[in-house]
């Protein structure tokens, strides 16, 4: 019996070693533990700075988008200003040239009176001529005028590819509003931080906003697209809803 | 022509764009507002306007808001409303027809759509 109980001891004794030989090599993992939980703190201050630091400078990065879209507006009616001075002056030379033809008729007829009356004196005729054949003739003006069409659809495409800047400006407004909703969600994170006993853990937030808020002024869907693809499905559309107001119509007359 | 055109959007770029389009079609009669309250305002103020060409996003009143308010005013019941919107899901052209816009443009726009447009809403209406 005594034997038993000296071998259970022994058996103790060895779990006991085996013990403190486990707890010699745990030791420096709870020390590292403890070391890596003293980091963590300032790390967290870290964090929480930068996102302070990030939230504090949103507000400029929407300032500097909304210059932006102030600056291309400004741009853009230079533009369309200068385009209407290039119209003005397109209209006005056409109409200088179309006087100036009527003068050549003018010349022309008084011309060839000038030519009966000085048919009896060779040298006279032949400096007529000469002076005729100097003139600009109906020919060129005409030459010249016909670039006027063409010139003045160019300037008016001008105008109409600046429709770019509404739909930019839109694009931009909604990028702002996209800015703003995460600006909204990192000072709320920045509150939960700077509120956390770590009593309970931080419930995630609603997802951030992308899409337009109600009664926005701009489409955050927004493009510059030229293709007709869009338009026509909006042809469609307007087509069909036609076709079934007439339908109601067709039926109110027979109920 | 003498039909008179109230061109309504926020952008005054745009505003300048469809008024040049309106004045190349031989439509000099043209009033601007800058959403759809001022776009009210001007049709109370003046009794020759035929014509309501609107952009839909807009501060104060957007443009299917004036729509509705038009539609529900017997005065201007039948007048000509054309949405011109960068607003292309076939959910609001749908919601824009509901509101009994007569037709509907896609921004950008071409001059040959906007007259294509305009004659087809004459057309029906006369």
């Known amino acids: 019996m005594k034997n038993i109980n000296m071998s259970q001891l022994f058996e103790k004794l060895s779990d006991i070693k085996a013990l403190f030989q486990y707890g010699q090599k745990i030791v420096p993992v709870l020390q590292s533990l403890v070391d890596f939980m003293q980091d963590t703190g300032p790390l967290l201050e870290n964090i929480n700075h930068s996102i302070a630091e990030s939230t504090a400078k949103i507000p400029r990065a929407t300032d500097q988008i909304s210059n932006v879209t102030n600056a291309t507006e400004l741009a853009t009616t230079e533009i369309l200003d200068l385009v209407d001075v290039i119209s003005n002056s397109l209209n006005n030379i056409e109409s200088l040239l179309k006087e100036l033809i009527s003068t050549e008729n003018k010349k022309n007829e008084i011309y060839e009176k000038l030519s009966i009356l000085l048919a009896g004196n060779p040298e006279a005729g032949e400096l007529l001529k000469q002076y005729n054949e100097a003139n600009i003739t109906i020919d060129s003006i005409g030459n010249i005028i016909q670039y006027f069409p063409k010139i003045k659809d160019d300037t008016y495409n001008i105008t109409l590819s600046l429709q770019v800047q509404d739909i930019t400006s839109q694009q931009l407004a909604s990028v702002t509003h996209l800015i703003e909703s995460v600006q909204d969600r990192l000072a709320k994170l920045i509150r939960d931080i700077d509120d956390a006993d770590l009593k309970s853990p931080a419930l995630p937030g609603p997802p951030v906003n992308f899409t337009a808020p109600e009664g926005a002024t701009f489409d955050p869907n927004a493009s510059y697209d030229k293709s007709s693809d869009r338009q026509d499905m909006i042809n469609d559309l307007v087509q069909k809803e036609n076709m079934k107001a007439s339908q109601d119509e067709i039926d109110k007359l027979f109920s | ?126």
């Open chain 2, 1 to 126: 022509m003498s039909m008179k055109f109230l061109v309504v959007d926020d952008s005054g770029t745009m505003r300048r764009i469809v008024a040049n389009s309106l004045k190349n079609l031989g439509y000099d009669s043209i009033v601007e507002a800058v959403d759809g309250k001022d776009a009210l305002a001007k049709l109370a103020a003046d009794d020759t306007i035929s014509f309501v060409i609107t952009d839909w996003n807009m501060p104060v009143f957007t443009g299917l808001e004036l729509t509705k308010a038009m539609r529900a005013d017997a005065k201007y019941m039948k007048m000509p409303i054309l949405m011109v919107t960068t607003r292309g899901i076939k959910e609001d052209i749908i919601e824009a027809l509901q509101a009994k816009v007569n037709n509907y443009i896609i921004k950008p726009f071409t001059p040959q759509i906007l007259k294509e447009k305009i004659d087809q809403i004459l057309a029906h209406v006369q």
